[in-house]
């Protein structure tokens, strides 16, 4: 068992947590406004993250790059958020009962490749880092003054004073 790898798992799902509870607020319409970003609107934003996160899960389970939920999703966007939080604990569970030092082979553009799933989980938490950030600029692009602070520290910080 990595503590870091748990440390950061419940970051994760602490941050994403963090994004929900605001984005929950917003009415339907302002979350799928069109935004100039790396995806057209914050639920697409969204529905990326959680794809990377079960498509990392189900490689990392021998199952294959499946995101048949997410590409057939056809919910609101509580649901998804719900559905999305699901699967950040599902990875969670995944990262504390797995040896994160076996190695996950994979071919790409004619390449083989081999990385130990630590590395992989790590590049599900940053990877998800990055993309709530940019939801966090979305916000504010779209006039949102009222947004959540996801910084890694800042989870050190509210769980050093939960434990006080």
Same mark, same amino acid.
């Given at each position: 068992?990595?503590?870091?790898?748990? $440390?950061?798992? #419940? %970051? #994760? &799902?602490?941050?994403?947590? /963090? !994004? !929900?509870?605001?984005?929950?607020?917003?009415?339907?319409?302002?979350?799928?406004?069109? !935004?100039?970003?790396?995806?057209?609107?914050?639920?697409?934003?969204?529905?990326?993250?959680?794809?990377?996160?079960?498509?990392?899960?189900?490689?990392?389970?021998?199952?294959?790059?499946?995101?048949?939920?997410?590409?057939? @999703?056809?919910?609101?966007?509580?649901?998804? @958020?719900?559905?999305?939080?699901?699967?950040?604990?599902? @990875?969670?569970s995944?990262?504390? #009962?797995? $040896?994160?030092?076996?190695?996950?082979?994979? $071919?790409?553009?004619?390449?083989?490749?081999?990385?130990?799933f630590?590395? !992989?989980?790590?590049?599900v938490?940053?990877?998800?880092?990055?993309?709530?950030?940019?939801? &966090?600029?979305?916000?504010?692009?779209?006039? &949102?003054?009222?947004?959540?602070?996801?910084? %890694?520290?800042e989870?050190?910080?509210? /769980?050093?004073?939960? #434990? $006080?």
């Open positions: 068992m990595n503590q870091t790898h748990i $440390d950061f798992a #419940n %970051y #994760n &799902i602490w941050a994403n947590n /963090k !994004i !929900i509870e605001s984005l929950s607020q917003l009415n339907e319409e302002l979350l799928n406004q069109k !935004i100039e970003a790396s995806f057209p609107s914050i639920m697409k934003t969204v529905s990326h993250l959680w794809m990377a996160e079960m498509g990392w899960l189900s490689r990392l389970q021998a199952k294959g790059w499946e995101v048949s939920e997410i590409t057939n @999703f056809s919910g609101t966007p509580y649901e998804l @958020f719900e559905s999305w939080q699901k699967t950040s604990t599902e @990875f969670k995944f990262v504390e #009962n797995t $040896d994160l030092e076996q190695k996950l082979p994979f $071919d790409h553009k004619g390449e083989s490749y081999s990385i130990p630590r590395e !992989i989980a790590q590049t938490f940053t990877h998800g880092s990055y993309h709530r950030g940019q939801v &966090i600029m979305m916000m504010r692009q779209l006039g &949102i003054t009222n947004v959540p602070k996801t910084d %890694y520290i989870w050190v910080r509210q /769980k050093a004073k939960a #434990n $006080d």
